[in-house]
T-cell receptor, first 115, second 110 residues
Framework: DTAVSQTPKYLVTQMGNDKSIKCEQNLGHDTMYWYKQDSKKFLKIMFS???????INETVPNRFSPKSPDKAHLNLHINSLELGDSAVYFCASSQDFGQGDSPLHFGNGTRLTVT | GQNIDQPTEMTATEGAIVQINCTYQTSGFNGLFWYQQHAGEAPTFLSY????GLEEKGRFSSFLSRSKGYSYLLLKELQMKDSASYLCAVRDQGDYKLSFGAGTTVTVRA
């Protein structure tokens, strides 16, 4: 199936731990994103990569570090997890970063719970 | 950046029509998207508007007025499966960033 897939779907961990979320897309898209959706369902962009190059880096704590080994993969590593990091993290991809009508295709999300 | 406003909740009856409004303010406009998100699932793309006017796609239509900073999503012949959150998103012309509104939760009653 062509899709954006991210793992794990659920992640429960304790404060202070380090964790990673992986994302892969087989749509042949050039651009990938990480979005955070909080308890109020507000989707906020965190990072965007275009052909492995970081192009959007919102005001996100430097405990969050994205890595794109190739344009089909964008992983998110989080150090020293805090309670406020609990949220659903969505990976997404789009055909082209600069093209206006290029919609985002989202993965199914990773629900992170920090205890 | 953008300010995007849409109502928090709407309720409608099966078979009826519902219109979800979205207003936005942006320093540079490069398109408006509507997404549907069922509880616990990923957002899925519904429609795209960049020019003024109405875009129709089956039971769903989306309208844009750039001069008013206004869009609406029209859902016709509502079905129970249309119960979901509907997200308005605006793409910025400068950095091409896609920013989302907080979403409108639509509940369809029998």
């Amino acid at each position: 199936d062509t899709a954006v897939s991210q793992t794990p779907k659920y992640l429960v961990t304790q404060m202070g731990n380090d964790k990673s979320i992986k994302c892969e897309q087989n749509l042949g898209h050039d651009t990938m994103y990480w979005y955070k959706q909080d308890s109020k369902k507000f989707l906020k962009i965190m990072f965007s990569y275009n052909n492995k190059e970081l192009i959007i880096n919102e005001t996100v704590p430097n405990r969050f570090s994205p890595k794109s080994p190739d344009k089909a993969h964008l992983n998110l590593h989080i150090n020293s997890l805090e309670l406020g990091d609990s949220a659903v993290y969505f990976c997404a991809s789009s055909q082209d970063f600069g093209q206006g009508d290029s919609p985002l295709h989202f993965g199914n999300g990773t629900r992170l719970t920090v205890t | 950046g953008q300010n995007i406003d849409q109502p928090t909740e709407m309720t409608a009856t099966e078979g009826a029509i519902v219109q979800i409004n979205c207003t936005y303010q942006t320093s540079g406009f490069n398109g408006l998207f509507w997404y549907q998100q069922h509880a616990g699932e990923a957002p899925t793309f519904l429609s795209y508007n960049v020019l003024d006017g109405l875009e129709e796609k089956g039971r769903f239509s989306s309208f844009l007025s750039r001069s008013k900073g206004y869009s609406y999503l029209l859902l016709k012949e509502l079905q129970m499966k249309d119960s979901a959150s509907y997200l308005c998103a605006v793409r910025d012309q400068g950095d091409y960033k896609l920013s989302f509104g907080a979403g409108t939760t639509v509940t369809v009653r029998a």
